[in-house]
């Protein structure tokens, strides 16, 4: 659930860019929809922006001068966060926005008591790959052939971070895990 004590403004350090977050709703889905569509070669469609609404997940969004910039879309159950999408708009992209929401995101689980959160992550996705790393997300799996892509499937990477510690969850060795 969003509710309105969550709401908050935040600014990135590094770039001084003042991110206004509030709980998405559903006439906010056309603005939303613009930033998937800009920011992903294979977006989420509306239909899933409403099931995730109607499903009650933690759905947030980013405006900078009353537009909207970028959205955070996460669950949090029996003590695991699962981030599903976030977005940020290409033309905003690199002033520290999607970290931003990140970690509003995972400040959110935290409160509800969220021990691990996770993600999937496609593995061409190198500017979202080092945000994650950055954030001490790890590698803990990889599902092959899980997104479409312009050829084909790409796989994606399955990132845990430990919510309580800050730390990652597991670290695959070269022994244990194929890469």
Same mark, same amino acid.
């Given at each position: 659930?969003?509710?309105? !004590?969550?709401?908050?403004?935040?600014? +990135?350090?590094?770039?001084?860019?003042?991110?206004?977050?509030?709980?998405?709703?559903?006439? =906010?889905? +056309?603005?939303?929809? =613009?930033?998937?569509?800009?920011? $992903?070669?294979?977006?989420?469609?509306? &239909?899933?922006?409403? +099931?995730?609404?109607?499903?009650? $997940?933690?759905?947030?969004? #980013?405006?900078? =001068?009353?537009?909207? *910039?970028?959205?955070?879309?996460? !669950? *949090?159950?029996?003590?695991?966060?699962? *981030?599903?999408?976030?977005?940020?708009?290409?033309?905003?992209? #690199?002033?520290?926005?999607?970290?931003?929401?990140?970690?509003?995101?995972?400040?959110?689980?935290?409160?509800?008591?969220?021990?691990?959160?996770?993600?999937?992550?496609?593995?061409?996705?190198?500017?979202?790959?080092?945000?994650?790393?950055?954030? #001490?997300?790890?590698? *803990?799996?990889?599902?092959?052939? $899980? $997104?479409?892509?312009?050829?084909?499937? &790409?796989?994606?990477?399955?990132?845990?971070?430990?919510?309580?510690?800050?730390?990652?969850?597991?670290?695959?060795? +070269?022994?244990?895990?194929?890469?």
């Amino acid at each position: 659930m969003n509710t309105a !004590s969550e709401r908050s403004a935040s600014t +990135d350090r590094g770039t001084g860019t003042h991110l206004r977050l509030r709980p998405m709703c559903r006439p =906010d889905l +056309d603005a939303v929809l =613009d930033v998937e569509r800009a920011a $992903y070669a294979f977006p989420w469609s509306r &239909e899933i922006f409403e +099931d995730c609404l109607k499903a009650g $997940y933690n759905c947030w969004l #980013g405006e900078i =001068d009353a537009t909207i *910039v970028a959205h955070g879309v996460m !669950s *949090v159950a029996v003590g695991e966060c699962q *981030v599903f999408n976030l977005g940020v708009h290409p033309d905003w992209q #690199g002033r520290g926005l999607g970290r931003q929401m990140l970690r509003h995101l995972l400040r959110l689980a935290r409160r509800r008591k969220a021990e691990t959160a996770f993600l999937e992550v496609r593995v061409s996705n190198a500017a979202a790959l080092a945000l994650y790393r950055a954030e #001490g997300f790890c590698e *803990v799996g990889r599902r092959r052939n $899980y $997104y479409p892509a312009p050829s084909g499937r &790409e796989d994606a990477l399955v990132l845990a971070l430990e919510l309580m510690t800050a730390n990652c969850v597991w670290q695959p060795s +070269d022994e244990s895990y194929p890469h």
